[in-house]
């Protein structure tokens, strides 16, 4: 295998339904926990969870006068609980019900001396079955999760050089797991129109705060391909977005979800998937500023502008 093909791998998303939608439980189940102890963030930015070099991570979330941390170690198939205290804790990641897994996290917490109040119902989602009830989710392919890491720690570094060449207010690379999707997003700096919601069990007031601001948002996510899809959109989306020529070939608008697809089995097969994500990234967000007159010059830079000096400096 070349490096391509086992740094892009491929996994279908047909192939690991069950383990997916149970890890979505699981990932949503954490992602309370810390929204319960961050303070709010504009457009939740605090709730979100990040890519980390063993899977993913809450980073350190404040608790009392110290913090803790929540890790899903793909690579170890383990949940990591490390507290500033020095304590630590861990459960194995295997086949179980979405209520075993709450269960025992909370356990793990207690042990810790951390509690954990959340709203116990998992977000954007339709049924919501209570995480305390839900004995339907119950997968977990080690594989198909190491898979999805290894394509979001692809997404990840990609999107992050991307967000370099944006100077304004610009979201970090963190992952939502409401939508369980990849994102960094972009703004203008000027106000939107109040988001109208309707998304499942989510109040129409988060989706208010979130796009609060008019703006540019790429991201990962698997849908939207077979293999999963990056995906690019603006709110509000201005007049002609739609109809802008983007790249790389097999890019395209769907009016289904009102944004542009790059399947991530398009970008995997191309002869340098970095470049044709970067090509997706950039030519989307630029059918987004151009169109909505955003004010370029101010918002956008070079990132390597002091790199000559650092190459002195660093010989």
Request: charged share 20%.
């Amino acid at each position: 295998m070349t490096m391509t093909t086992t740094s892009w791998p491929g996994l279908r998303v047909s192939d690991w339904t069950p383990t997916r939608e149970t890890l979505h439980m699981w990932t949503q189940i954490v992602g309370k926990i810390r929204m319960a102890h961050a303070p709010l963030l504009n457009h939740w930015w605090q709730v979100t969870l990040y890519v980390s070099p063993r899977g993913l991570t809450t980073s350190a979330v404040p608790y009392g006068t110290g913090a803790f941390e929540i890790e899903f170690d793909f690579l170890a198939h383990r949940l990591e609980v490390r507290s500033s205290d020095g304590g630590t804790q861990s459960i194995p990641l295997r086949p179980m019900p979405v209520a075993e897994f709450y269960a025992q996290v909370l356990d793990l917490l207690g042990r810790l001396g951390i509690e954990a109040e959340i709203r116990p119902l998992p977000n954007e989602v339709e049924p919501a079955i209570p995480f305390a009830e839900d004995h339907v989710h119950a997968s977990y392919d080690g594989e198909a999760a190491a898979l999805f890491w290894r394509q979001l720690l692809q997404a990840d570094r990609v999107m992050g050089e991307f967000r370099s060449h944006f100077v304004g207010k610009v979201s970090p690379v963190h992952f939502f797991w409401g939508g369980m999707d990849l994102a960094c997003t972009r703004f203008s700096g000027r106000p939107a129109p109040p988001h109208p919601g309707g998304v499942p069990n989510c109040g129409d007031w988060v989706m208010v705060e979130g796009y609060s601001r008019e703006l540019s948002s790429c991201g990962f996510w698997p849908g939207g391909g077979e293999e999963g899809a990056f995906y690019s959109y603006a709110y509000p989306a201005p007049d002609g977005f739609a109809a802008q020529p983007v790249g790389p070939d097999g890019a395209f608008y769907s009016p289904e979800f009102q944004q542009f697809l790059l399947p991530y089995e398009v970008a995997r097969a191309a002869p340098d998937p970095d470049r044709a994500v970067a090509d997706f990234l950039h030519t989307t967000y630029e059918a987004a500023a151009v169109r909505g007159r955003w004010d370029r010059s101010a918002l956008e830079d070079d990132p390597r502008r002091w790199h000559p000096i650092t190459q002195e400096t660093a010989t």
